[in-house]
């Protein structure tokens, strides 16, 4: 694979991403864009990409979910040590934040790939006796505090983040991949470098261009609602007259706002959505932007359970260094298969019940939903006829639901979301037993995606973006039952990869025929299938390995990126100091 990489593109990406998950001992992640973070630095590892990771340390986390016996929720910060888990550099860099200098060091958390190739992650950090109290904070809490407190981490993420990679000596790199639209600023840094002595007064189209070239970015918003925007006073207090005359100049202020997203479109020689139908809704609401999509992928070897990964080990035993060869799970006895299921649900409800006591029924179908909680992905669609869904239990076979995911502290429908679930469990009782798991995170959703007997998703279309979690669930036998929205409009194959709420993916969510399609395919299709035709829903876990499994993977997906987003021309370096970027002499972090 290094030879590979080395010929596909000789240059350094600098992928900066306001989260990422790399380890449940920090919790530096909230749901799936941490998670798609984690997962492609870990495929580049494995391919050898010469990548560098930007990141923010967030000492208190995102934070630890509570909830009551009514599934109220309540938070509490997730304090780390980063001592423990990081290795901290001596380096200082330094941004100006309504006119203070406010200092930034970095942590390092090297990602080793499979050919042992490793990619350093800099996790900035403000929180130096230097600084003030209040600016110790800004690098505290994941998607905390109010918009001042966001913007100002935008600030330290773009602009600090590449201070920080010329502080280390890192600063050949010709393509930067902005993660989302909160590391834009980066764009800022940019055209700042190319007018170190002159100012910003000076830029021109040609400056802008050069940073264009220099810059690719993904978005995964396919709500305008999501985009973060910023007024325009907020922006000149924080950044100052100069640079946020800059920006009102090229016309990056909509409606008295910064839009985050709009900076990034404006300054990237590339930019993707993330699933094929994401693309569409994204060119619907950027006209004006060339938008391409490279689907969302997840890392194999992560997210395959120990009983898939012996199983694959002795049947394709080239499938961790290659992911296509998961096609070859065609072939794989269907008594395997259920085997390597059986020891992963054994070991989901082992973890059930270790966490809340409760012993469930490793011969009942088990449902899986576990997501960021938000209204859009409708959590609660599943109970909209409680009586409907009793008798399908106690007239075709018995069904158990586990269900997790956080809501944001200020989101309130998603907060509601979660009680609204516990109120359908009170009500189903033991009839259908439903259980919602606290502290929803990498480590439980490595048992729940791999251990449960089907993946349930039900979004509000066009309103998921990609959703990775079904992905998660294909590499270890475990079938889907979605909205056709996101990747599943391309991974849907019906009753051959799993199945469908409804038939329609181009229009927008009717829930009256989703609710309809979705208790119907469970009474009439699936749970018969599962309880009376065994081996045919077996037959139907081992295509979702061949056909989703080897697809949806990080590893094709940075293939696509290497292909697509990173290779371009060199842009001209004129105004760009270029000091080695000596990557490969980094030594490893304490836990390695």
């Not at 042992?116 to 996790?123: E, L």
């Not at 490279?294 to 120990?306: P, Y």
């Not at 089907?454 to 959703?467: F, H, I, R, V, Y």
């Not at 669930?473 to 929205?485: M, Q, W």
Request: hydrophobic share 40%.
């Amino acid at each position: 694979m290094t030879e590979l990489s080395e010929i596909l593109f000789n240059q350094t990406v600098a992928y900066f991403s306001m989260e990422v998950a790399v380890n449940p001992a920090i919790p530096t992640y909230s749901g799936g864009l941490g998670m798609l973070a984690g997962d492609s630095l870990r495929a580049a590892a494995d391919l050898s990409i010469p990548m560098v990771g930007i990141s923010l340390l967030h000492r208190k986390g995102y934070f630890r979910q509570h909830l009551d016996a009514w599934g109220n929720q309540s938070e509490s910060p997730a304090v780390w040590s980063p001592e423990d888990l990081l290795h901290p550099l001596p380096n200082r860099a330094s941004v100006s934040i309504e006119g203070r200098d406010v200092q930034i060091r970095a942590w390092r958390y090297l990602i080793r790939g499979l050919s042992g190739h490793a990619i350093p992650i800099y996790f900035l950090d403000t929180a130096l006796p230097e600084n003030s109290p209040w600016d110790q904070t800004l690098t505290d809490n994941l998607y905390g505090g109010d918009d001042h407190y966001r913007f100002c981490q935008e600030v330290i993420l773009g602009l600090g983040g590449y201070a920080m990679l010329r502080e280390i000596g890192c600063a050949e790199v010709y393509t930067y991949h902005m993660n989302e639209g909160h590391s834009a600023l980066l764009s800022l840094a940019l055209l700042e470098e190319r007018h170190r002595t002159n100012g910003l007064k000076q830029v021109t189209v040609a400056d802008r261009e050069a940073v264009r070239q220099r810059c690719v970015f993904t978005t995964h918003t396919p709500v305008p609602a999501g985009i973060d925007k910023f007024p325009y006073y907020m922006v000149r207090g924080v950044l100052g007259e100069e640079p946020t005359a800059v920006l009102n100049s090229i016309e990056c202020f909509y409606e008295g706002s910064l839009n985050m997203t709009n900076l990034a479109l404006l300054f990237s020689r590339y930019i993707n959505g993330v699933s094929m139908r994401h693309e569409e809704i994204s060119r619907g609401m950027f006209p004006n932007y060339p938008i391409s999509s490279i689907t969302n992928g997840v890392h194999a070897l992560t997210w395959t359970s120990q009983p898939f990964q012996q199983l694959f080990d002795r049947h394709i035993p080239q499938w961790c260094r290659d992911n296509l060869y998961l096609r070859y799970a065609i072939s794989i006895p269907l008594d395997e298969i259920k085997e390597a299921h059986a020891q992963s649900k054994q070991r989901l409800l082992a973890e059930v019940q270790k966490r809340t006591g409760v012993a469930l029924s490793p011969q009942a179908m088990t449902m899986g939903f576990a997501r960021r909680a938000a209204e859009y992905k409708r959590a609660d669609l599943l109970f909209s006829d409680l009586e409907r869904l009793k008798r399908i239990a106690s007239q075709v076979g018995p069904i158990q639901i586990i269900y997790g995911g956080k809501a944001h502290p200020r989101d309130e429908g998603g907060k509601e979301a979660i009680r609204r679930v516990f109120q359908a469990a009170a009500a189903l009782g033991d009839a259908v037993p439903v259980l919602y798991l606290e502290e929803y995170d990498m480590a439980l959703a490595k048992h729940l995606c791999a251990g449960v007997d089907l993946w349930l998703n039900t979004p509000l279309k066009p309103d998921e973006a990609s959703g990775t979690s079904g992905m998660k669930a294909s590499l270890n036998g475990v079938p889907s039952l979605s909205v056709l929205d996101g990747w599943w409009v391309e991974g849907h194959v019906e009753g051959f990869t799993g199945w469908s709420v409804g038939n329609a993916w181009g229009s927008e969510s009717d829930p009256s025929k989703e609710i309809a399609s979705l208790y119907d395919k469970l009474e009439y299709v699936i749970l018969p299938m599962f309880y009376e035709r065994p081996q045919a829903y077996a037959e139907v876990m081992r295509s979702s390995i061949a056909l989703n499994g080897s697809f949806y993977n990080a590893q094709r997906m940075m293939f696509q990126y290497m292909e697509n987003a990173y290779q371009a021309e060199k842009p001209e370096r004129a105004g760009y100091a270029a000091p080695t970027c000596a990557l490969a002499q980094e030594e490893a972090p304490l836990a390695g």
